[in-house]
């Protein structure tokens, strides 16, 4: 299992000046959060820029504090300048936004500092401080930024405004005896710390809290970065590796199971991790979260299951099928050699991916994790009196013996897949969970050429064999069914090259909805066998 990170090591982790985690997501966050203070700021200063502009006039004062009013709008357009900059589409690396961040914040409260040097004194040093001050506030809020950061950029921002207030002599109408410079100077000076500080703590609070998130999305050596899917016993998530920044996918296993399912989900993990096949999805780790779930680290895949890829194109032809279908044999042998049996073979849990440079490259996923299927759609933990699997690919046997299965289950699953991906759609389908259970014990499944479409005779036969009612009447084994697919008219007519442009043309948008497990089953599981067998 894997170790827990110490909190030091993930705080240090975090430590990148304003950006809080090198990963393009978290860059990504931290970019729009600069464009949304230079947003902010840009508004705001046009705001003061039109209004006091247009009092002056109506005044007749358009030629009072002109280097203020140009220094004014210098800043305005620093503060658009980063928000245009940091809304593009285009994700900026680390320093990038490191720079445009420190040059952006400190190019603006500048030309606010001169702005408030050109006006009218006293008053324009404490129009520079609420501009100034707002400013670094508002980056503190608004941008993660490491506390020290915050800091050293506020006193940064501030020093022009002492060093104008150092510089401001006495108006004539103000009495020398009132020592309005040293007044001003002090009052600067303490609006200044004043101002720094609290940035210093807004910073310290948000990027504390940033800290707090991160570690609640830590997995030992993980860290989850966004969500990808969600099935009946657990949520996918994309995450990273603390140290090896390999692509990773975590599931994290939701609900109330027992521990005696936590023990046997951990047992068929270590199992599963065992299975070497290329066609096998591989798994890196395994373990607990604090409060107890227990979670896998597997390969991150780039592709889509079978599900999405009828939802999307249809029917396939029969070459690709066949060496779809020779790729999931080849994970179950290896599988089935080792006593494991899937137990949930459905288009959904086999994935068509690109691995090494070679497209339709096949990943059989969830081995062992059974899904434990109630008539009311519940997960629960281990029981022998609860159907297990996809209603859509359950054998006969796992509907009246599910204590019994044995590989040959795995081989009807495979049978109802294949026909699922030579016509578009299950073999069976029913309203409830009485009537499909009932197609899969008594009804013969309609040949796909009956369909009108084109599949060739060996390869329709090999299907319909591996739906046969009778254990004994199927493929015996995966390697068994595969000598049989290898040795029909169309294996290996598909490649590289008919994978390669089938990919490159691809459609973006789905074509119709992903088939799915069949709903409103509502009978408990017990009154559906006995009725079953009535029947």
């Known amino acids: 299992m894997a170790a827990e990170t110490p909190a030091s090591e993930r705080r240090a982790a975090v430590r990148l000046g304003s950006v809080p985690v090198n990963t393009n997501e978290e860059l990504r966050f931290v970019q729009g959060r600069l464009a949304l203070f230079g947003k902010t700021i840009f508004f705001i200063s046009l705001a003061f820029l039109v209004v006091k502009g247009g009092f002056d006039l109506l005044h007749g004062e358009s030629r009072v504090g002109l280097i203020a009013r140009i220094s004014h709008a210098v800043g305005t357009l620093v503060a658009l300048a980063l928000w245009r900059v940091c809304a593009m589409q285009r994700s900026l690396s680390e320093r990038a936004l490191t720079t445009i961040d420190m040059g952006a914040t400190l190019g603006a409260c500048a030309c606010f500092?001169?702005?408030?040097?050109?006006?009218?004194?006293?008053?324009?040093?404490?129009?520079g401080l609420l501009a100034v001050g707002y400013t670094t506030i508002g980056r503190a809020v608004t941008v993660p930024s490491a506390p020290l950061r915050t800091l050293l950029l506020a006193i940064a921002c501030f020093s022009g405004l002492l060093l104008s207030a150092a510089m401001m002599e006495a108006p004539s109408f103000v009495p020398a005896e009132l020592g309005m410079p040293m007044r001003t100077l002090i009052d600067t000076l303490l609006w200044s710390i004043s101002g720094a500080a609290l940035a210093t703590v807004a910073s310290k609070v948000i990027y504390g809290l940033?800290?707090?998130?991160?570690?609640?999305?830590?997995?030992?050596?993980y860290t989850l970065e966004a969500k990808i899917g969600e099935?009946?016993?657990?949520?996918?998530?994309?995450?990273?590796?603390?140290?090896?920044?390999?692509?990773?996918?975590?599931?994290?296993?939701?609900?109330?199971?027992?521990?005696?399912?936590?023990?046997?989900?951990?047992?068929?993990?270590?199992?599963?991790?065992?299975?070497?096949?290329?066609?096998?999805?591989?798994?890196?780790?395994?373990g607990r979260t604090p409060d107890g779930r227990f979670y896998y680290a597997m390969e991150l895949l780039d592709g889509m299951t079978l599900e999405e890829l009828v939802a999307r194109t249809g029917p396939q032809p029969s070459p690709r099928v066949i060496h779809i279908l020779l790729q999931v044999c080849g994970a179950l042998r290896e599988a089935h050699g080792v006593g494991l049996i899937h137990r949930d073979i459905k288009p959904a849990n086999v994935y068509l991916c690109a691995r090494g440079g070679s497209r339709d490259v096949v990943k059989v996923l969830d081995f062992g994790l059974v899904r434990e299927f109630r008539s009311d759609g519940s997960v629960t933990g281990s029981n022998l009196d609860i159907l297990v699997g996809t209603p859509l690919y359950l054998s006969p046997e796992a509907i009246l013996t599910p204590a019994q299965l044995d590989s040959r289950a795995d081989i009807y699953a495979l049978g109802a897949l294949a026909y699922v991906l030579l016509t578009g759609a299950p073999p069976f389908a029913g309203r409830t969970l009485v009537e499909l259970c009932g197609h899969h014990l008594h009804s013969v499944p309609e040949p796909p050429s009956a369909r009108g479409l084109a599949v060739s005779s060996d390869l329709e036969q090999a299907v319909l064999a591996c739906l046969a009612k009778d254990p004994a009447a199927r493929p015996q084994s995966a390697g068994e069914l595969a000598e049989q697919l290898r040795a029909c008219r169309d294996a290996g007519r598909w490649g590289e090259a008919d994978a390669d442009g089938w990919w490159a043309r691809l459609p973006e948008h789905p074509r119709s909805e992903p088939v799915r497990a069949a709903a409103g089953m509502t009978l408990c599981c017990a009154d559906v066998k006995d009725r079953l067998r009535a029947g």
């Open 113 to 127: 500092s001169v702005m408030a040097h050109s006006f009218l004194q006293p008053w324009g040093v404490y129009l």
């Open 210 to 221: 940033q800290e707090k998130a991160i570690e609640a999305r830590q997995l030992g050596q």
């Open 231 to 286: 099935g009946g016993m657990g949520e996918i998530y994309r995450a990273r590796h603390a140290m090896l920044r390999r692509p990773t996918a975590i599931k994290v296993m939701t609900g109330d199971g027992s521990e005696a399912a936590l023990r046997r989900f951990e047992k068929e993990v270590q199992l599963t991790a065992r299975l070497t096949h290329p066609n096998t999805i591989s798994i890196y780790d395994y």
